[in-house]
């Protein structure tokens, strides 16, 4: 038994031992690679500055939860226009604010409307009545032109009763309070998710381009006859695009944190786990990129033809809840959907652990799968 224990522990010694060989050998080559150097340093600030600044959207479809505390014929019109109108979605009716305040926590709404148990006393008494609206502002430009309509929504109100009455009316006057994001900073928004994106671009185009780089420099056949095994050589391919690609984000966030005040409400290792759990996933994707191309400008082309759909699919540039119900089952194949709500909680809402690691758990299983793609791709076109 000591004897066969002494062998186990001495080839995987022996194991470990060539794959950090194969990790130095991988850094010193990236880091000779002017094309590298050029994709890890400037392009990611760059877009960080320009996405932060530039970045708009559009919204359809908001998620709302309703609180009327009134019943009254009054109120219930007032509801009706919201549910009616195309930019909101009637997602919950609720009987306290607790509830409402689990929702938007949770990110199952983004806004929350409550009508007070007097609003339609004071409204017929010629008073001016008060509704309330919630937002979320982590996701502030969505609530901003949210916000909007929801003031177009109650003038309109406002006028129709008039009219009907055929009497001047007074208008509700609209309580508004963003969570998470009180003076809706679009920064606070966009930075976290692109910290993320950039990070999927480094690491993807890395792992993409090692494997292929090797086969264009004919340097792929000498790595197959060393004693490297197949998923030794793909963990040092993997280890140095993660590493570097971890660092660029935690750069990235630094910067988000010093130059656009974005706030780190919650914990740094939490950011850190999912991010590592993300790159891990998205490097398998780059591997299977890198196996299945032979050059190096067959491999770019392949990472953005992944990247883009990636990043679209994510709730990055377009809520997920605006996409067609079939779109959105697909987005629940992509890791970043999950590293986004990771890096917005924990950025803005201080996300403890345990729900962070419902996010976790899904991109855990999306890497799993990736990484066996590769190591299956990679055999087949070895062997």
């Not at 709302?64 to 009706?80: H, W």
């Not at 055929?166 to 994001?181: E, I, M, Y």
């Not at 993300?278 to 490097?283: A, E, M, P, R």
């Not at 194949?333 to 996010?359: C, S, T």
Request: proline share 5%; net charge positive; aromatic share 10%.
């Amino acid at each position: 038994m000591s004897v066969t224990a002494n062998q186990g522990s001495w080839r995987w010694r022996e194991a470990l031992g060539r794959i950090l060989f194969l990790v130095r050998r991988e850094f010193l080559t990236i880091w000779r690679d002017k094309r590298i150097r050029s994709v890890l340093i400037l392009p990611p600030i760059i877009q960080l500055f320009l996405f932060s600044y530039a970045a708009t959207f559009e919204v359809n479809h908001v998620p709302l939860a309703v609180f009327n505390e009134d019943m009254s014929l009054e109120s219930r019109d007032l509801v009706a226009k919201f549910t009616a109108s195309p930019t909101f979605t009637d997602t919950a009716r609720i009987t306290s604010m607790h509830e409402g305040q689990d929702l938007i926590e949770r990110g199952r709404v983004l806004m929350l409307l409550r009508v007070p148990a007097n609003f339609a006393h004071v409204l017929k008494s010629g008073g001016t009545p008060t509704v309330q609206v919630i937002v979320d502002g982590r996701q502030s430009n969505t609530a901003l032109i949210a916000l909007g309509y929801v003031g177009s929504i109650i003038e309109d109100y406002s006028r129709e009763r008039a009219q009907s009455l055929g009497q001047k009316l007074p208008t509700p006057v609209l309580v508004q309070r963003a969570w998470f994001n009180a003076n809706m900073i679009s920064q606070w928004f966009i930075v976290p998710g692109i910290v993320a994106s950039l990070t999927m671009i480094v690491a993807t185009i890395i792992t993409a381009l090692s494997i292929a780089r090797e086969k264009e420099l004919g340097t792929f056949e000498q790595l197959l006859v060393t004693p490297l095994r197949p998923y030794e050589i793909l963990i040092g391919k993997v280890v140095p695009a993660v590493v570097l690609a971890l660092g660029e984000g935690l750069v990235l966030a630094l910067m988000g944190i010093w130059f656009f005040g974005v706030p780190l409400r919650g914990d740094v290792a939490i950011i850190v786990l999912g991010l590592v759990v993300f790159l891990v996933s998205v490097t398998s994707c780059g591997l299977m990129i890198s196996a299945l191309t032979s050059t190096q400008q067959q491999a770019q082309i392949a990472a953005f033809c992944f990247i883009m759909p990636c990043v679209i699919l994510s709730g990055f540039t377009t809520p997920i809840e605006n996409m067609p119900g079939w779109v959105q089952a697909i987005t629940y194949l992509n890791p970043l959907r999950y590293v986004l709500v990771i890096n917005r909680g924990v950025f803005l809402q201080d996300m403890p652990l345990l729900v962070a690691l419902n996010q976790v758990w899904p991109m855990a299983l999306i890497g799993l799968a990736t990484g066996t793609g590769a190591i299956l791709l990679f055999r087949r076109r070895v062997f």
